[in-house]
């Protein structure tokens, strides 16, 4: 029997001290492949677009690729592949938004950084002997290149239905008000807070509505929230695979959402749930209306298990014993 793989997983973003509710997709992503006995290093870093960074990363992936053995190295997001560069190990990378996507500033328009950012990412996936996407969309944006599209998972032994009543009383939340969730930092522009707002306030004079944003909470408790709420509003101005619509998904929560990413494959089929046609406010209010008249929970199961981390993490295993 061969020993267990060894993974040195390069991340740029990592919880810290300082932002500890980062990336949980791949905090999870780590936790299913050790409990599939993988072992995973992980060498976190912050680039912030500065090439000092970069640089004392790579020096510091060189010795430790050199220390000890590993079998490859798995980069989550296009630049934080950079410090792999002059790999002496097989390079997988995964793509997972704005790496390729761009970075949009606070005016609401991409900007040059991200677009520097975008064009990294694309020529490390040259370089890298795999390529992981979590959306097809994304993939539209690679070099001509052979690629795996394996989205995020959801862990659904956490995320799953539970009594709307218990978890708004265990937040305070009010019984009878329509509470629509947010699950993002409302200062973040990629996501366009004032977009969702401007949606939910067209709705308050028929109906006693709030929108919930939340941006720092542990995700360990976001399961509670949205089974407390009536409703999901993704208007994010791009995504590659939104985590929270899946898990959304696995809550039975209805979802509005823009049309970004993969989220119109992930809500193919799924009653309750809508894409909104363009970026009107408008438009959005009028899918959430419908969704808060109804007030009716999702069916969707069998969509949610198409979605287990632990299926998932099987395919990113294939994808390292292929490389090796």
Not at 63 to 77: G, M, N, S, T
């Amino acid at each position: 029997m061969r020993n267990a793989l060894r993974v040195l997983m390069i991340t740029s973003e990592w919880p810290s001290a300082e932002l500890p509710f980062q990336a949980p997709v791949v905090v999870r992503q780590v936790e299913f492949l050790r409990r599939c006995g993988v072992d995973v290093k992980v060498f976190p870093f912050r680039g912030s677009m500065r090439p000092g960074n970069y640089l004392k990363a790579w020096a510091s992936v060189q010795r430790e690729v050199r220390r000890k053995r590993y079998d490859l190295i798995h980069a989550q997001w296009g630049q934080s592949a950079l410090p792999a560069i002059n790999k002496p190990l097989p390079l997988v990378v995964t793509y997972r938004g704005s790496d390729l996507e761009g970075i949009v500033g606070g005016d609401g328009r991409y900007t040059t950084s991200g677009r520097i950012l975008a064009t990294l990412s694309r020529f490390v996936a040259r370089l890298a002997d795999q390529v992981i996407v979590v959306s097809r969309s994304l993939a539209d944006k690679l070099p001509n290149r052979p690629y795996h599209i394996i989205p995020s998972g959801v862990d659904l032994d956490q995320f799953k239905p539970m009594p709307k009543a218990g978890c708004r009383r265990e937040l305070g939340l009010d019984l009878e008000k329509r509470y629509v969730l947010f699950a993002a930092d409302k200062s973040n522009p990629v996501k366009r807070y004032d977009l969702a707002q401007a949606a939910v306030e067209q709705l308050r004079p028929r109906m006693d509505v709030e929108l919930l944003s939340l941006g720092n909470v542990p995700h360990a408790r976001m399961p509670v929230w949205m089974n407390a709420c009536d409703a999901l509003l993704l208007t994010s101005r791009h995504e590659g695979s939104p985590d929270v619509i899946k898990e959304a998904i696995a809550c039975n929560l209805p979802v509005v959402s823009t049309d970004v990413g993969d989220v119109r494959e992930r809500l193919e089929g799924i009653g309750g749930c809508f894409i909104c046609e363009d970026d009107r406010p408008e438009s959005v209010a009028y899918h959430l209306d419908h969704v808060l008249q109804l007030l009716r929970r999702l069916d969707a199961q069998s969509a949610a298990r198409e979605l287990d981390e632990s299926t998932l993490t099987q395919k990113v295993i294939e994808v390292y014993e292929t490389v090796i």
